[in-house]
């Protein structure tokens, strides 16, 4: 069974804040991993992608991996309230064992409220 | 570069009818995906094609079917619809199936 499990949240932090959004996978030989924000009512935004153990930047958002763990997270330095979004990650997992065909599977979400 | 369009953007229908729905990929990008969101399940993965073949699916029922043209640009259809069917359809394309943009989405309701 493929599961991308993220915090269900809410998650709810004063402006200027670190959000810090986390997500487990269950299969171990994932090699992609992938943020998306999504505002109500609109469709899913990619923001970040990351493929090696680590972090990676880029602006306020870092992205940290560790596949060691089967572990990615999200974080959201000086957070703003134009953040206050459904945070959805993704991970590229195979679809059988032995198989190379992958597909993206989708974390439920964490919703996130920035309050000024 | 344009993005994922969708088509149309908002339907209303009645059970038992059938619908279509459009999706125009990134220009170069060979593959599509399709996605259904309902606030109790989220995003749920109905199928993928790739060079206008399907290469993944989800458990959905096979009312839910699709295709892909020579062009990328890809149709779902769901028949006989039912109450539950109610959702945004999402569409999403990429290159080669990793990096995936999404479209604006179709809202489907079903009275």
């Known amino acids: 069974q493929k599961e991308v499990e993220q915090n269900s949240g809410p998650l709810s932090v004063p402006e200027g804040a670190i959000a810090s959004l986390n997500c487990t996978y269950s299969d171990r030989g994932s090699q992609s991993f992938f943020w998306y924000r999504q505002y109500s009512g609109k469709s899913p935004e990619l923001i970040m992608s990351i493929y090696s153990n680590g972090d990676k930047e880029d602006g306020r958002f870092t992205a940290q991996l560790n596949k060691a763990s089967q572990y990615v997270s999200l974080l959201i330095r000086d957070s703003q309230p134009s953040d206050s979004a459904t945070y959805l990650c993704a991970v590229n997992m195979k679809v059988d064992r032995g198989s190379t065909l992958g597909r993206l599977y989708f974390g439920r979400g964490t919703q996130l409220t920035v309050w000024p | ?111």
Request: net charge positive; hydrophobic share 30%; glycine share 10%.
């Open chain 2, 1 to 111: 570069k344009a993005g994922v369009t969708q088509t149309p953007r908002y339907l209303i229908k009645t059970r038992g009818q059938q619908v279509t729905l459009s999706c125009s990929p990134i220009s170069g990008h060979r593959s599509v995906s399709w996605y259904q969101q309902t606030p109790g399940q989220g995003l749920q993965f109905l199928f993928e094609y790739f060079s206008e073949t399907q290469r993944n699916k989800g458990n959905f029922p096979g009312r839910f079917s699709g295709r892909q043209f020579s062009n990328s640009r890809s149709e779902m259809n769901v028949s006989t619809l039912e109450l539950g069917d109610s959702a945004l359809y999402l569409c999403a394309s990429s290159w080669v199936g990793e990096t995936q943009y999404f479209g604006p989405g179709t809202r489907l309701l079903v009275l």
